[in-house]
């Protein structure tokens, strides 16, 4: 994680979910082993405290067939997102603040890991959150000082 990217060692798995012609399944997001899943979860959370900064949830998808339906690709999409807000959800249950986890979804290569899952901690990117906060606060400051009431 020194990289910013934290690497799982253990393969957190979700629950299977099928879109076929006999089936559609709907796109809840489980783990297969909650206890594994929890036990990955807390170990992040001990890194956002070590590396206070956004963190960007990257939840990796297969590439998709040219004969997948447009259908068929949205529900692939939601499925993967809402795996990815499952890892979201027990981070801010763990203490990470909820609006410094972003999740996202993206096609995996074949340099994606076996668990199709990226977590990045950015410590530098607290740094700008914090420039960001000081710039709106001088702006409000400024806005009372221009008022000739008080400096």
């Given amino acids: 994680a020194a990289s910013g990217r934290a690497a799982l060692l253990e393969v957190v798995k979700f629950e299977k979910r ?13 783990w297969c082993d ?3 899943a929890q036990a ?17 949830i990257t939840r990796l ?3 998709e067939k040219p004969h997948f339906t447009q259908e068929r690709r949205a529900w692939f999409a939601k499925l ?17 603040p909820a609006d ?13 890991p076996e668990g199709k899952l990226y977590i990045d901690f950015d410590a530098a990117g607290i740094n700008a959150v914090y420039r960001r906060k000081c710039d709106r606060d001088l702006k409000v400051i400024r806005g009372i000082e221009s008022r000739g009431n008080v400096r």
């Fill in 61 to 63: 998808r297969p590439r």
């Fill in 40 to 56: 990955v979860v807390d170990d992040l959370v001990k890194l956002f405290e070590a590396q206070r900064g956004p963190v960007v």
């Fill in 80 to 96: 993967f997102m809402r795996q990815g807000e499952l890892f979201r959800s027990a981070m801010v249950q763990g203490g990470v």
């Fill in 18 to 30: 099928w879109h076929t012609t006999e089936r559609v399944d709907e796109t809840t997001a489980a």
């Fill in 100 to 112: 410094l986890v972003i999740v996202k979804t993206a096609f995996e290569t074949e340099a994606s």
């Fill in 34 to 36: 909650p206890d594994l």
